[in-house]
């Protein structure tokens, strides 16, 4: 699987974990008190819409984690997989500060 087939599935996870977060309501009503206003006899009951509500968005929170932490595998890094730090400056030419020319006790005076 390529890194873009990874980012493709890590947005569609987010738009849908974004989707389920924004139906939720913060005070427990959300997506269940529009079927029948906290009674049990609404289909399915609000104990149930709540509980498939949480299960799905901890389901999403983990396959987006885990999805994040698979693709950091597969970002390609390149084809010389033996880099080292210490030959970057290969090729760097390297300058000295030039020397104060003027005479101290001149510029005290």
Avoid: C, H
Wanted: glycine content about 10%; hydrophobic content about 45%; cysteine-free.
């Amino acid at each position: 699987m390529s890194y873009t087939a990874f980012l493709i599935l890590i947005l569609i996870v987010a738009i849908a974990l974004i989707l389920i977060v924004m139906v939720q309501n913060p005070k427990g009503g959300g997506l269940s008190s529009s079927f029948g206003g906290g009674g049990a006899q609404s289909l399915g009951g609000v104990q149930n819409t709540n509980n498939f509500l949480d299960r799905t968005t901890w389901t999403l929170a983990i396959a987006m984690f885990a999805l994040i932490l698979l693709s950091n595998f597969i970002i390609d890094r390149g084809a010389d997989q033996n880099f080292k730090l210490d030959n970057t400056l290969d090729g760097i030419e390297t300058t000295v500060p030039a020397e104060n020319t003027t005479n101290t006790n001149d510029s005290l005076q």
